[in-house]
């Protein structure tokens, strides 16, 4: 099991919070029973607006939260577009795609790689013909995450 500094237990999923050099490095799904308490500002902070987001979406459009990860420019540029997605909206794989000059595919696949869902809102993009897939998965358990998140933000 990965290092996590805080867990969090939600109504969707149990959350891994993992923080490097005081900056937001991933959250991840993940089987546990226990919670693990946030021992520094940092976990706190990041704690604190996930669970003011699960309080009401739209208190905060847009999380305030320094992340610290790798990703290539163009994952850079669609994770930037996602956060421009208010909660409560959805867009299309295909209608991001044409804002960027890219495929549906292409975007498809930086939501996949997307490190800090939730945050990173990768959960407002849908396909043109339905909800689409989460996380690189098109049934099952993070389905189901998608689902929940699109109708916790009232949009689904």
Known sequence: ???????I?????HLGIRIIDNKLAAI??????????????????????????LDDPGANEQFDIP?????????????????KIPPGKVVTYGELANKLGTSARAVGNACRQNPVPVVIPCHRVVSASGIGGYAGDTGGDLLKIKSWLLQHEGSA
């Not at 991840?28 to 987001?53: G, H, L, M, W």
């Not at 992340?67 to 956060?83: D, G, M, R, Y």
């Open 1 to 7: 099991m990965k290092n996590y500094q805080a867990s």
């Open 67 to 83: 992340c610290s990860f790798s990703a290539t420019p163009f994952q850079q540029q669609v994770w930037s577009e996602l956060k």
């Open 9 to 13: 237990r939600t109504p969707f999923a």
């Open 28 to 53: 991840d799904f993940i089987e546990s029973e226990t919670e693990i308490k946030p021992a520094d500002d940092t976990t706190v902070n990041v704690c604190r607006q996930i669970r003011r987001y």
